[in-house]
């Protein structure tokens, strides 16, 4: 666990990556606070539980994106400095050595997202919604499956690819499986080409969205689809496949 | 007896082959020396035997069993870590019980003048970080050490001590194979070597085969006067 540790202290050293976190409170706190003013057919969202899916699609794209961030140059900078070179003279498997800093990427990524989250429990402390603030923790495991999937698909794209287009397909995928339920809306508005590319992309994507939200079904008190959080885990464990499959053949 | 034997190497880096049908073999307990201008294909062969990148053609023999500490050419450590707690790293990688850890990193320290050095890593100089890159190549007592250009960037009071220091794994029975663009140093400490130019084998150098000092060897052979000379 060595080289997970060393990722992580490393990653905790990235003073651009605090920027980002701050800046994606102030976003969040923004968006709970009510000086956004935000609306559904006319009708001012105020209240909690209306609130709240939306703030928790706002932390999971920011987290997303933070995530990409965190998890795009871990191992790429481990080859580039030749750190490999004692990693691998010494018998480590890739699959230990690339699988110890991906749990890297997605332990820094959970801990920026759980920062962002915390937005959620103190808006629940701060409305008097106890009940919810009791849930929060649980939520937030259903709520970090698509994280975690998406900072493991960095980490392995990563292996592969040049650093900006595996950023772009990270990203790519992040916000096309987010943003699922709005991609499916509009497939079934336009025609033609766009209509086939959007159900192309719907194909193509996992939908990390129908994951996530059933964190916002706990919170507010409805029943959880068992089968989206399998489909999130399912997401999970074909990103570290991939991650199994890609190896490099120079250190 | 042989400890290493590599035959007829061979790697091809964009359509340009910078190791060439190469052949030589290190016998226990001598310290050999790969020698060559810069591009000669020294750090690439070192990769190669290491399985640090595949070869395209030829074959690497290391006596079965025996324990390998590599000192790379720029070693690069994790800032935030003390001289230590590299040591624990590498060590823990290694598998060396926590025990011998213990007793091993001192001595260790101690060997490579870094027993008294309590800074992180991020404040090493030079000559430090090659002697840290020394210090964890010796982790588990291995018989055979590859040391790819162990003065580079050292000032001459550095070069000296990393040199007593090879000479004192020599004397202990260390099989050690340097790259090293140095020659006085090669030649002071090394029984055996060859001279590439251009991934191919040159020349065998020997100690004591030749009344020319290796320095003159080498110029003659990379042909580095007529170089200058035109």
């Known amino acids: 666990m060595g080289i997970m540790k060393n990722a992580l202290l490393e990653r905790m050293r990235r003073k651009d990556i605090y920027v980002v976190l701050v800046i994606g409170i102030l976003i969040v706190m923004m968006c709970m606070s009510g000086a956004a003013t935000l609306s559904i057919d006319g009708v001012p969202v105020t209240e909690f539980s209306m609130m709240m899916p939306m703030v928790l699609n706002v932390i999971s794209v920011i987290g997303g994106g933070i995530a990409i961030a965190l998890s795009l ?12 070179h004692l990693v691998w003279i010494r018998g480590i498997s890739q699959w230990k050595y690339h699988g110890q800093l991906a749990l890297a990427n997605i332990i820094s990524s959970l801990g920026s997202l759980f920062i962002l989250y915390a937005g959620v429990m103190v808006f629940a402390g701060i ?6 603030l009791a849930k929060c923790i649980p939520a937030f495991l259903l709520f970090s499956v698509s994280t975690a999937a998406v900072s493991l698909f960095t980490s392995a794209v990563s292996l592969v690819l040049p650093g900006m287009a595996a950023g ?35 194909f193509l994507t996992p939908n990390l969205y129908a994951a996530e939200s059933q964190a916002g079904r706990f919170l507010s008190g409805k029943s959880i689809q068992i089968h989206s959080i399998l489909g999130g885990l399912l997401v999970l464990y074909i990103c570290g496949m991939l991650l199994y499959l890609f190896r490099r053949k120079e250190a | 007896m042989n400890m290493l034997s590599c035959s007829n190497l061979k790697k091809i880096y964009q359509k340009q082959c910078v190791v060439n049908d190469l052949s030589f073999s290190v016998k226990r307990g001598e310290v050999f ?13 070192i990769k ?6 595949p070869k395209d053609a030829g074959n690497v023999e290391i006596q079965e069993g025996i324990r390998i500490g590599y000192s790379p050419e720029t070693p690069y450590f994790h800032p935030f870590l003390s001289g230590r707690e590299v040591l624990e790293f590498y060590g823990g990688l290694q598998k060396i019980p926590k025990e011998e850890l213990k007793r091993q990193i001192p001595v ?20 430090m970080l090659q002697r840290l890159a020394l210090a964890q190549a010796l982790l588990g007592d291995p018989e055979f050490l590859i040391l790819d250009e162990p003065s580079a960037g050292l000032d001459a009071l ?3 001590e990393m040199m007593h220091t090879i000479q004192r794994l020599k004397e202990e029975g260390k099989t050690i194979l340097i790259n090293s663009h140095i020659l006085n140093d090669i030649e002071r400490v090394c029984d055996r070597g060859i001279i590439m130019k251009k991934g191919s084998l040159l020349h065998e150098w020997e100690k004591g085969t030749d009344r020319r000092s290796l320095e003159e060897i080498f110029v003659e052979k990379i042909g580095g006067a007529k170089r200058w000379e035109s």
């Open chain 1, 73 to 84: 140059r871990t191992i790429p900078n481990e080859y580039e400095r030749k750190t490999s």
């Open chain 1, 127 to 132: 409305k008097g919604e106890y009940a919810v």
């Open chain 1, 168 to 202: 772009v397909l990270a990203a790519a995928l992040m916000l096309a499986g987010t943003m699922h339920p709005i991609l499916e809306t509009f497939s079934g508005i336009v025609s033609g080409v766009a209509r086939q590319a959007l159900r192309g992309i719907l």
């Open chain 2, 33 to 45: 020396a790969l020698l060559g201008s810069n591009g000669a294909g020294k750090t690439t062969t």
């Open chain 2, 48 to 53: 190669m035997i290491l399985d640090l990148i």
């Open chain 2, 108 to 127: 260790l320290l101690e060997r490579t003048g870094l027993e008294e050095c309590k800074t992180k890593v991020k404040n090493y100089s030079k000559g």
């Open chain 2, 158 to 160: 550095g070069r000296v």
